[in-house]
């Protein structure tokens, strides 16, 4: 799940992106053009924000700043970091296995045109399975809308099956995404056996908590 899910966030956060960016992981139909206003409709009600709770008992490190995208979050102890696998910053458990960690990644992407929460959603969700070579596609569920360093995102619960290096192997997680402005995306991915995601869990929304935004060093151009 960790390579498909990986490439599949990456593909949601950014295959409409400006030319810089470019993932072409499935063959997508043009996004449709906007639906004209009704005169006199009332605007769609905004769903509630859930804001994460504080955690207790979990105690994170060092900050972590990237300039670039414009976000920093705090690290976690113990924790392997790594902030040059290509995709974006990740921490994985001491003893992780490649596939099923337990992990913690960051992804983020740039479009060339304004998004909404619900577009990210709307494009990951309708890709878990059709067109992918994948056996086991990712299942969604609970979705929420929460509060990420005062941004408005969008919380999903994961769960797949992999191949790690004992066999196959039940995984769970949780996702988060969020249009940082409406051409800034990010992604935040945990990941664990389904054995160890109970455990893994506060330490995602401890990170996830963690999270604030700034004017990032090269602000892209829509």
Request: proline residues 10%; glycine residues 10%; charged residues 15%.
């Amino acid at each position: 799940m960790r390579r498909f899910g990986i490439l599949l966030v990456m593909w949601a956060l950014s295959s409409l992106a400006c030319n810089s960016v470019q993932v072409n992981l499935f063959d997508t139909p043009a996004p449709a053009l906007p639906t004209p206003a009704i005169p006199g409709a009332l605007p769609p009600v905004q769903a509630p924000v859930i804001q994460l709770p504080n955690l207790t008992g979990v105690q994170l490190g060092d900050e972590f700043r990237d300039e670039h995208c414009g976000y920093s979050f705090r690290k976690i102890p113990g924790y392997a970091f790594d902030a040059t696998t290509g995709f974006g910053p990740e921490m994985t458990a001491p003893g992780a296995d490649i596939h099923t960690g337990p992990i913690i990644m960051v992804l983020c992407g740039v479009f060339d045109y304004p998004r909404t929460n619900d577009d990210l959603i709307a494009e990951l969700t309708a890709n878990t399975s059709g067109g992918t070579p994948e056996a086991n596609p990712i299942i969604y569920s609970n979705q929420r809308n929460i509060s990420v360093g005062g941004v408005n995102a969008v919380s999903l619960d994961t769960q797949a099956q992999d191949t790690a290096s004992g066999g196959l192997v039940a995984v769970k997680g949780r996702n988060v995404f969020a249009m940082i402005t409406p051409y800034r995306s990010l992604g935040i991915v945990g990941l664990a056996p389904a054995d160890k995601w109970e455990e893994t869990q506060p330490y995602f929304e401890a990170v996830v908590n963690s999270f604030s935004f700034f004017e990032p060093t090269v602000t892209p151009t829509p």
